[in-house]
């Protein structure tokens, strides 16, 4: 069964389309009912759908499920974004928030640096899960299976002389940093460029995001770990105060 041509039914509904027959799915679709019928039944037996018992069909409840998984998201966002900018302003560096993702990082919120020289980034950039702080405070955090997965599927790539291609090596740096609760990485994935992470928990206690500080390696070496780490962690512990 294809994939596609199932999601496709999915992508059939919207605000004014939300019940649908599987006659009308196939007239849509330019499909035999046939098809469209058994990638219904797979759909309802899932949760995707739900049968009206009148030949119709709705999107199923499994939907509020992942609606809840996307309100968390945003609701980490609305709540980090004003207390990042307090960080940057405190710090003179840029802060970011970060979220794993099918063996990447992402980037939900950048609060970036009014310095001249400066390291930016944009919501939804991609950056990757092995190098630099801002990820590998996430991926220590994950299930070991997840570095394996990395340089299994040849993901991990050099980008510096300072990048770490060897998987035992990456993965007693990761040990290292659950141990401290921080990483701190120097030109890892870009020349020139130092950052510090810490983990984001929810009321679970499960890593769901990182927090990091981002500058020019030569500007942010500069200044006390100490108090970087410090500005850093108490802006962290707020968030988890709303999560």
Do not use: W
């Amino acid at each position: 069964m294809s994939t596609m041509k199932t999601l496709e039914i999915l992508d059939l509904y919207d605000l004014n389309t939300r019940k649908l027959t599987v006659p009308e799915m196939a007239k849509r679709l330019n499909q035999p009912q046939s098809t469209v019928y058994r990638q219904v039944r797979m759909l309802k037996e899932k949760g995707y759908l739900m049968d009206e018992h009148d030949g119709g069909y709705r999107l199923g409840y499994k939907f509020l499920k992942f609606s809840k998984i996307v309100s968390m998201d945003t609701n980490i966002t609305v709540v980090s974004y004003p207390l990042m900018q307090e960080l940057t302003e405190k710090t003179g560096e840029t802060s970011l928030l970060m979220v794993s993702s099918d063996l990447q990082c992402i980037c939900l919120a950048a609060a970036n640096s009014s310095e001249s020289i400066k390291v930016s980034a944009e919501v939804g950039q991609i950056f990757p899960l092995y190098g630099g702080a801002s990820a590998k405070s996430l991926l220590a955090f994950l299930n070991e299976d997840i570095v394996n997965q990395l340089f299994a599927k040849n993901i991990v790539k050099k980008h510096t002389e300072k990048t770490i291609l060897d998987i035992d090596e990456l993965k007693k740096d990761l040990s290292e940093i659950r141990d401290k609760g921080y990483a701190f990485t120097v030109g890892e994935i870009d020349e020139d460029v130092a950052s510090y992470g810490v983990p984001i928990y929810n009321y679970n206690n499960r890593v769901i995001a990182s927090l990091s500080i981002v500058g020019p390696s030569e500007r942010l070496l500069a200044k006390k770990r100490e108090d970087i780490l410090r500005d850093l962690e108490a802006t962290r512990d707020r968030i988890q105060e709303y999560l």
